[in-house]
């Protein structure tokens, strides 16, 4: 059984590094430093669907609606917050979708925001690194298959931003660690 997790694990992160790498080559790719430790305490959901005012805000937002997805396979909100071009973001999600359309589930609290810490930011555009918490949990890939668990981890991620009339969608995500 362990091997069969480290496999299916290994393959799993596989996939989304590459995913990562592909979309990380653009003459922009971020070099991140790690994040600043903040004092506050991770956001709850809220009950608003009022867009991000910031991008720290947006990030927070993007990864409450990522953790809502992984719950019902819902994508509509984390998807509003997506650029529609962000091939990095389309390596998380569309597996999501994925699990979800082939009878499977997630059973995890998904990503929890540590620490978020605004890089830079001109008028259209910014990028924040944070300190992500991957919850540990069991994902059942499809209808009938085996759970496939993984135990809590610690990240370190880039999320680069671009602001639209429909506000600040993310358009780059880049894991540093």
């Known amino acids: 059984m362990i091997g069969d997790v480290s496999r299916t694990r290994a393959v ?7 995913t990562v790498g592909l979309a990380g080559c653009t003459d922009d790719d971020p070099e991140p430093a790690p994040p600043l430790p903040t004092t506050e305490a991770p956001t709850s959901p809220s009950a608003t669907t009022a ?4 991008p720290e805000e947006t990030v927070r937002a993007w990864v409450e609606a990522r953790n809502a997805a992984l719950q019902d396979g819902d994508m509509a909100a984390v998807r509003s917050l997506t650029s529609p071009t962000c091939r990095s973001c389309a390596g998380i999600l569309d597996p999501i979708e994925t699990v979800y359309k ?3 589930h997630f059973e ?9 810490n ?3 930011q001109t008028d259209k555009s910014a990028t924040v690194s944070t300190g992500l918490e991957f ?9 009938g298959a085996k759970p496939v668990t993984y135990e809590a981890e610690k990240h370190i991620v880039v999320f680069k931003l671009r602001l639209t ?3 600040w969608q993310v358009r780059f995500i880049g894991f540093v660690s």
């Open 12 to 18: 799993l992160v596989a996939l989304l590094l590459s």
């Open 51 to 54: 867009a991000p005012e910031d």
């Open 102 to 104: 082939n009878g499977g």
């Open 108 to 116: 995890t609290a998904g990503w929890t925001v540590q620490a978020a």
């Open 118 to 120: 605004l890089k830079s």
């Open 135 to 143: 919850a540990e949990g069991r994902t059942v890939p499809e209808a």
């Open 165 to 167: 009339n429909d506000g």
